[in-house]
DNA sequence: GTATAACCCCGGTTCTCCACTTGGGATTGC
DNA sequence: GCAATCCCAAGTGGAGAACCGGGGTTATAC
């Protein structure tokens, strides 16, 4: 579960949105990927996928935009994360192999690790990391005085 | 910190060595790739790199081969894969980036999980995999009867 | 001292994935 | 109708993983 472009790009645009669900208006790509200086044809793919796993819902046509389904802290860090990295993947790739009992050993201790982290991006939630953002700059912004 | 061919091929590797520990002769690559069934000259790649971090040794010349340097029960996992997944690449991309408040704040939990998972790792030595082997060995013999 | 069995170094190849781009088409608000 | 916006699909360039191969160098056995 390592942190990729790609998902932190997500993290980003979902922290946009969360900024934006109180007034219920949809936010435009071109907006997000401005503010957070992403390529914005590239987060349109990535909103794409947050759409077709329900964490994001879009309204097409003049005026539209994303917006998010649910209120940023019901939305879990895994969630996203595991979204955009695509986790059938190695589901796939556990399942296919034939292991010899090395192999296997191997790959228990691995998945204890992975459950490991996994319970850290569990414990956080988009609203979780707003409230760190804000509280991050309020730091910033007493050392500058 | 993912589990790929590279870092499997390595720890399968060490616990032919391990087997041989006690005993105090080197074990050859041919040996280990053919137990194990990974392509010799690419375990010889592996193996180098497990000698420059000092995981191993090598005895040059006729009846030559690796062997461990240190106790099976002295080397973590953590240590193994951190050493064959190069862990200074990621060192290098966290101090090398200007980064925004946002992406710190989400460096920081990735941080964290990333700990999580390093301490599992951490957890274990090459002892307990080769004990956990054996006990799964067992297990499957009963089963077989 | 010479053959041999091993390690050592370096470069190339194939394949997959990531990050990103490009070129369209469909839908809505005005 | 038309501009703004999302939607779909394909392609590109670079990096790294998993190998393969050649040509050394070093140490042991005899």
Redesign the interface.
């Known amino acids: ?3 990729s472009c790609k998902s ?1 790009y997500a ?2 645009a979902l ?1 946009e949105l969360a900024a934006q669900f109180n007034c219920g208006e949809p936010l435009q790509i071109r907006q997000i990927a401005k503010r ?1 200086e992403i390529p914005d044809r590239y987060l349109e793919q990535l909103l794409a996928t947050l759409r077709r796993s329900g964490i994001v819902r879009s309204q097409r046509g003049a005026k539209g935009g994303y917006l998010l389904t649910r209120e940023p802290w019901k939305i879990t ?1 895994l969630e996203i994360v595991s979204c955009i990295e695509g986790l059938d993947k190695r589901q796939a790739e556990v399942n296919s192999a034939p292991r010899t ?10 998945q ?3 459950e ?6 569990k414990s ?1 939630t988009l609203q979780d ?1 707003a409230d ?2 804000d509280a ?2 309020q730091l ?1 912004l007493m050392y500058y005085i």
């Open positions: 579960m390592e942190l932190e993290l980003l922290l957070q860090l009992v090395e192999g296997n050993v191997v790959l228990d201790i691995w204890e690790a992975r490991a982290s996994e319970t850290i991006l956080y990391l760190r953002r991050q700059r910033d």
